[in-house]
């Protein structure tokens, strides 16, 4: 069974930087699109940035230019390098693999990780 792993969240001023990490137990990732989502509360959960397994990286158009979607397939990790926070950046992330064809999630989700940017 997969497994998803985030972590690296935390409380960050506006123009702060920070680097989530998703470690993926129970299945390789190398042959796999994954992607990074955020869900604020009340709201759906959005697709933020993905990552083919060609290296051809697609970001949500509010984020293009700050945010850097990464992975190391032998460590099984994807990582999310998030600078110029902003306070619309708040939200729990969270890792998955998505389909080859679009951007929906194919495994169970993880426990997320929490980013609050605040003054």
């Known amino acids: 069974q997969v497994h998803l792993a985030e972590s690296g969240g935390g409380l960050v001023q506006p123009g702060g930087s920070l680097r989530v990490s998703c470690v993926v137990s129970?299945?390789?990732?190398?042959?796999?699109?994954m992607a990074w989502f955020r869900q604020t509360p009340g709201k759906q959960r959005e697709w933020v940035a993905h990552?083919?397994?060609?290296?051809?990286?697609n970001y949500l158009d509010s984020v293009k230019g700050r945010f850097t979607i990464s992975r190391v397939n032998v460590e099984k990790t994807v990582y999310l390098q998030m600078n110029n926070l902003q306070p619309e950046d708040t939200a729990v992330y969270y890792c998955?693999?998505?389909?080859?064809?679009?951007?929906?999630?194919?495994?169970?989700w993880g426990q997320g990780t929490q980013v609050t940017v605040s003054s």
């Open positions: 990552l083919r397994p060609t290296g051809t990286a």
């Open positions: 998955n693999r998505i389909s080859a064809q679009s951007t929906e999630p194919l495994w169970h």
């Open positions: 129970g299945s390789p990732i190398h042959f796999y699109s």
